[in-house]
């Protein structure tokens, strides 16, 4: 089946999270995706976190659908081969420090000379312009400057890291957005150009309300808890079952917050003249720790107040729903087949698929070098034996 980027080639010189993770989404769609690596050592990501089979769970899901080829741009030839690949492909997707890819000969200007129309996404901290785009940035320094870092956590606590890569997710949603905007900018004016983007910048734009109400009423907005910072008319919160687990209830119109009363006026739990949101809350968690998770879930559902179980990952492989919708696929990775996100969103006639799990080190060196370079088996040997490729 056709996918919505066949014929798409994306070079990525990316590592970690960010810049992979824009590469992964268009790959997810038919797009080729040639990885570069170091010989020898590979993207960092392959040895963070947990393993499994000897194959690392996060680089099995970061790098899937992609092609390794692991050769060393630091030695001419090296370099000589990754601006060959690029010259056949749409774009580039790097996030290195700035200026780190010019000093090696792969900066934009140097690779318009092999690739005229070229499309490059460019990740950093920072971004590449400003007085602090030297600057180093990992994800949690931009969750911290964007203001997210300021917003999460209970008022009159110190401020929390989201439990995940919240910004490093973000921009690479939003980077390989960039790349399709500029790829088809690219067949209507027949130029590329850069896409540069901070890891802080998404985040500002996800959290779109905080600068404007900010700026019109003079004050920060506040860390609340579960609650919105803005309006605590909104009623959020998450509650303790008895069986240990949690289910998060939003009450946030006036008929369900009138039918979240109702349910807990006629349990005993809220008196009828108490109509404060402390109070609610207050009630709500009570009656919670009366219930397990999925009585609780279901009352409240059917009490007509948006309610849902608060799941952890072996919840979410075993629920009927995401197994109905196909939302999670299991992929084969190392001697196992393991769950994975599918490739999202769904698309009705031309969907993405996960097509094999992340590749070992240069997995795929001699078959690119072969079918999109023409070099021989001779000239695959003699690099190999230079140490150039693996």
């Known amino acids: 089946m056709d996918q919505p980027l066949q014929g798409v080639r994306v070079i990525e010189l990316g590592h970690a999270v960010a810049g992979p993770m824009a590469a992964g989404l268009l790959a997810d769609f038919g797009a080729d995706v040639v990885k570069i690596e170091q010989p020898g050592v590979g993207d960092s990501l392959r040895r963070m976190g947990p393993q499994a089979d000897g194959v690392g769970v996060w680089w099995s ?49 140097d690779l318009l000379k092999v690739k005229p129309d070229l499309v490059m996404l460019s990740v950093s901290g920072y971004g590449q312009q400003g007085p602090y785009s030297r600057r180093g940035g990992f994800g949690k320094i931009a969750e911290a400057f964007s203001g997210a870092t300021h917003l999460t ?126 109070a609610i809350i207050t009630a709500l968690r009570a009656w919670c720790a009366e219930r397990g998770q999925e009585a609780a879930t279901k009352a409240l559902q059917e009490s007509n107040v948006v309610a849902g179980n608060v799941n952890t990952a072996s919840q979410i492989i075993d629920d009927p729903h995401v197994e109905r919708r196909g939302s999670v696929v299991r992929v084969p990775m190392g001697a196992s087949e393991r769950p994975m996100p599918a490739a999202l969103p769904f698309l009705s006639r031309t969907p993405g698929s996960v ?36």
Request: charged share 20%.
């Open 61 to 109: 899901v970061s790098a899937r659908n992609k092609r390794s080829v692991a050769v060393d741009f630091k030695k001419p030839e090296g370099l000589e081969i990754v601006r060959s690949l690029i010259a056949t492909a749409d774009a580039v997707v790097e996030n290195f420090r700035p200026g780190v890819l010019a000093r090696a000969g792969l900066g934009y200007e």
């Open 153 to 278: 956590g209970h008022r009159n606590e110190p401020p929390l890291h989201p439990g995940y890569s919240l910004a490093d997710m973000t921009t690479g949603l939003m980077g390989a957005y960039g790349v399709m905007l500029a790829l088809f900018e690219r067949d209507r004016s027949g130029s590329g150009q850069v896409i540069d983007l901070a890891l802080y910048e998404p985040l500002l734009r996800m959290i779109e309300w905080q600068l404007p109400l900010a700026d019109a009423s003079g004050t920060d907005p506040l860390r609340n808890g579960t609650m919105f910072p803005f309006d605590e008319a909104f009623l959020t919160d998450i509650c303790t079952t008895s069986d240990g687990g949690s289910v998060v209830v939003s009450a946030a119109t006036t008929p369900s917050i009138a039918a979240l009363r109702t349910l807990l006026i006629d349990s005993g739990h809220l008196a009828e003249d108490e109509t404060g949101s402390q």
């Open 355 to 390: 097509r094999w799990s992340g590749p070992a080190l240069g997995q795929h060196t001699d078959e690119v070098l072969t079918t999109v370079l023409d070099l021989t088996e001779a000239d695959i040997a003699r690099l190999r034996a230079g140490e150039i490729i693996q």
